[in-house]
Every structure is written in structure tokens, then in C-alpha cells.
């Protein structure tokens, strides 16, 4: 997809796109965007891709990374800047009369890390704390079956690509250092985005959620990017939710929530009825939370289409229980006394029943989350 927007700037999408009135795309990570960021950016510079990619990086003494460049894109013809300026002139447009949904979503952070000009150098990687778990690789926890390692090892061989690999601790810290950069440029760009929702007046009237869809090991268990493994490093995202309306002063909730559940809450507080067959539960709403239950079909797809390799997780709000597709084990972390998952308990006979609950629960979770709905999903 990224390959045929950089051949053709000026797609267009149909009128609807999964439901939104109006899209605009960014495909891709770093400093290697398409969509119609693509037709932006060429507007703005007539040659932009002499400014992309590692062969046009500028020199980054010090920095040995791989899949890290310090991008000759200026702040200003960076993917952030795009999507800032693209959510701020949606809301230029908006009165106080008409609802609107808006999701605003940046490419970064992610790999490779490309942070452009003072966020490059934002962070220094001296100063960077390594993660509890960093010195104890995947490698040394018990009882994973060796299929399940496979994806470390393709990381091992080939650096540059998808497949989480290990590095030593400079590498890390300069991992660390580039994506912390990346993420205050978005912070600055939110901010600039509620600003913007502040000046048009719609600040005390609009419901505000960040959140992300998933993690990164940076560092964890010696490790970055992502896959492979449920680590918590990667499973566990931020959830912010600001609610006009809500008493002030705020609060911190440990409440297990998913992305499922994002929409049904979503739709709660606008007032809306939640369909039938809409899975997830109100993240607001009575009654204990439920389990998380992480499907994954495994790294593996992204070598084979048809590798059976799909790993199952049970989150609760102690436990951690993943199952592997065809293999025998599993795993199985204490949170509360292991929260940076280093002793795998699958074996351990003082944990036998417990991990018999947990399967038991991740059955029911599988059962509660079945298709309902009284409708096809999809139509010739």
C-alpha cells in the first residue's frame, strides 16, 4: 500500500470510509510515510525523497543503532507535524451545533526511530534508565517452547527488519533516547491539537481519549520492537480519559479494560446504544471488570500466511497466562511479585491450580466473546 501511494500521490478513498465522512491516511513509520501525507509533502518540497531514509540521513555521531537515522526532513515536513495540522483544521472548521468523532493518529512512536531536529537530540542516552528485566533475555525463562523463540532469532540475523531483536545496553539507551524524542513531539502536537479545540470553543463540550494500540519491549528482556512474546512491555498501553463533565481533579484507575472496549464506551457517553453483537463492555460502566483476553496469530504469519503460530493470552489483575498454538507449555507470571516477568511458573506444581482457573477462564472469555450479532458482518 505505502509503494502505491508514493506511485500515485492523488488516490482518493471512496466517499465513505469505515463509516468517516472524511480521511486522510499516513501509512508507514518514521520518515518513510505514504498516503496522503505523500501528496502533502510533495507540494511542500520538490524532492522530498531526497530528504527520507538512512542513504539521506544527516550525521549522527555517536549513534549505532540499528534502524535509527537522524532524518534531514524538517520538523515541519514531518509525518506529526502533517497529522497536527491536518486534526487542526478539521477542527477550524467545526461549530457547536454538530457532533463529530475525530481520530487523530500518528505513525509515531514506532521503528524505525527518526525524530526530526531538536526532538533527534531531546534525550540523551546517558542518562537513560534500562528496564528491571533487561538483563535477563528471553533466552533465560524456563519452560518456553523453542518455536517460541523463533521470531529472536530472525531478529538476531537481520536487525533491519520487523522481527524483535536483542541489543546491548548503548544500543538501547540510544533506542530509548530517540523514541522518548519522538514521543514529546507528539505531546507537543496534542497539545497544539487541544489548543486548537479550546480556540474554536469546543473544549468544555468534547470527550478527549489517548490511548495507543500497542507497546514496545525498549529494552525489556534485552529486547526491542515488538511480537513474538505477551510481555507487558507490550500488551500494556496508556489509557487517558478526559471527560469535561467528570468531577475535576482527576484519578488513576487499575481497572482491566481492551480496545474492544473502546467503542461501546465511546458510544455510552455520546448517548448512543451500544449494537447488538458489538463485543467489549462501558470502561465506566457497573460490575467488576472483565479479563483481557490477547489474541495474536503469531510472528510467524508474517513469513508463512498459513503458519499455525497464533499465541493466546489471559490477563488478569494478577496473573498472566499464554497458551501456544500446537505446542505444549505455556507461560504463567505472578504480576504481583514478578511484574517484569522473569520466573515463567507454567510448571511449577504450587501454580498447578491456578493455572488450571486460568485456562478454565480464558475458555469462558473465549465463549463470551463469540459473534452475536443478528446480522452478517459481511455482504456479497
Known amino acids: 500500500m505505502r509503494r502505491r501511494w508514493a506511485e500515485w500521490p492523488d488516490l482518493d478513498l471512496p466517499a465513505s470510509y469505515y463509516g468517516f465522512e472524511h480521511a486522510r491516511l499516513c501509512i508507514g513509520h518514521g520518515d518513510l510515510v505514504e498516503g496522503h501525507y505523500t501528496a502533502w509533502l ?19 555521531p555517536g549513534f549505532s543503532a540499528p534502524q535509527c537515522w537522524r532524518t534531514a526532513l524538517p520538523e515541519a515536513l514531518y509525518p506529526t507535524s502533517y497529522v497536527k495540522e491536518q486534526a487542526c483544521d478539521f477542527l477550524a472548521a467545526q461549530d457547536a451545533e454538530t457532533p463529530f468523532v475525530l481520530v487523530v493518529s500518528f505513525p509515531d512512536p514506532h521503528h524505525p526511530f527518526t525524530p526530526p531536529g531538536r526532538y533527534w537530540s531531546r534525550y540523551d542516552p546517558d542518562e537513560v534508565e534500562l528496564p528491571a528485566s533487561f538483563h535477563h533475555p528471553v533466552e533465560a525463562i524456563r519452560g518456553l517452547p523453542p518455536q517460541a523463540l523463533e521470531a529472536y532469532r530472525w531478529g538476531a540475523e537481520d536487525p533491519e527488519s520487523h522481527w524483535p531483536f536483542a541489543v546491548g545496553e548503548r544500543q538501547a539507551r540510544e533506542i530509548i533516547a530517540l523514541n522518548y524524542g519522538s514521543i514529546s513531539m507528539v505531546d507537543d502536537a496534542v497539545g497544539e491539537v487541544l489548543a486548537a479545540l479550546e480556540a474554536q470553543g469546543l473544549a468544555e463540550e468534547t470527550v478527549v481519549a489517548f490511548t495507543s494500540d500497542h507497546g514496545d519491549y525498549m529494552g525489556d528482556h534485552g529486547c526491542v520492537l515488538k511480537m513474538g512474546l505477551h510481555f507487558q512491555s507490550v500488551v500494556r498501553v496508556p489509557l487517558i480519559w478526559y471527560d469535561p463533565r467528570a468531577p475535576k481533579g482527576g484519578r488513576v484507575s487499575s481497572r482491566l479494560g481492551s ?47 498459513e503458519a499455525r503460530s497464533s499465541i493466546l493470552s489471559l490477563v488478569t489483575e494478577r496473573w498472566r497466562l499464554s497458551l501456544f498454538e500446537g505446542l505444549e507449555g505455556g507461560e504463567l507470571y505472578d504480576l504481583d511479585v514478578d511484574p517484569h516477568e522473569l520466573d515463567n511458573r507454567w510448571d511449577d506444581p504450587v501454580c498447578r491450580e491456578i493455572r488450571l482457573e486460568l485456562q478454565q477462564r480464558l475458555s469462558q472469555r473465549l465463549v463470551a466473546l463469540r459473534d452475536r450479532s443478528l446480522v452478517a458482518t459481511a455482504r456479497a
Request: glycine share 10%; aromatic share 4%.
Open 259 to 305: 480496545a474492544i472496549d473502546l467503542a461501546p464506551t465511546l458510544l455510552q457517553r455520546a448517548g448512543l446504544k451500544v449494537p447488538i453483537g458489538m463485543q467489549g463492555q462501558d470502561l465506566f460502566g457497573e460490575g467488576p471488570a472483565a479479563d483481557v483476553l490477547v489474541e495474536d496469530p503469531g510472528i510467524q504469519v508474517f513469513r508463512d500466511s
Open 42 to 60: 510533495r507540494e511542500r518540497h520538490p524532492d522530498p525523497d531526497s530528504l527520507r531514509g538512512p542513504a539521506n540521513a544527516l550525521a549522527a
